[in-house]
Nanobody, 120 residues
Framework: QVQLVESGGGLVQPGGSLRLSCAASGFTFSTYAMSWYRQAPGKERELVARITKAGDSTNYADSVKGRFTISRDNAKNTVYLQMNSLKPEDTAVYSC?????????????WGQGTQVTVSS
């Protein structure tokens, strides 16, 4: 059965750092692009960062460029999100997503999310 399990969230002061992890199982991790999304209360879910299957290309939301870094370890079936210089507006539930298209069929999996709260 497919599972994406996020960890590493918590309460941090402005300017601090957190590292989120998303451990995958039940599918061939190395064949999926991986992304982190976030959703703040009362707001729509937004894409934070995405990384290709091989990890050779990434893209970021403008609001996190230069502060967040997405990476993956295909040997450990895990994707990470290093978050530095955190701001109160980064407060949200962060979820990981796995996406692949095989013969025009989309496979799309989500984790349950982890809360990140940036506050003094």
């Amino acid at each position: 059965q497919v599972q994406l399990v996020e960890s590493g969230g918590g309460l941090v002061q402005p300017g601090g750092s957190l590292r989120l992890s998303c451990a995958a199982s039940g599918f061939t991790f190395s064949t999926y692009a991986m992304s982190w999304y976030r959703q703040a209360p009362g707001k729509e879910r937004e894409l934070v960062a995405r990384i290709t299957k091989a990890g050779d290309s990434t893209n970021y939301a403008d609001s996190v460029k230069g502060r967040f870094t997405i990476s993956r370890d295909n040997a450990k079936n895990t994707v990470y999100l290093q978050m530095n210089s955190l701001k109160p507006e980064d407060t949200a539930v962060y979820s990981c997503n796995a996406l692949a298209v095989v013969f025009k069929t989309q496979y799309d999996y989500w984790g349950q999310g982890t809360q990140v709260t940036v506050s003094s």
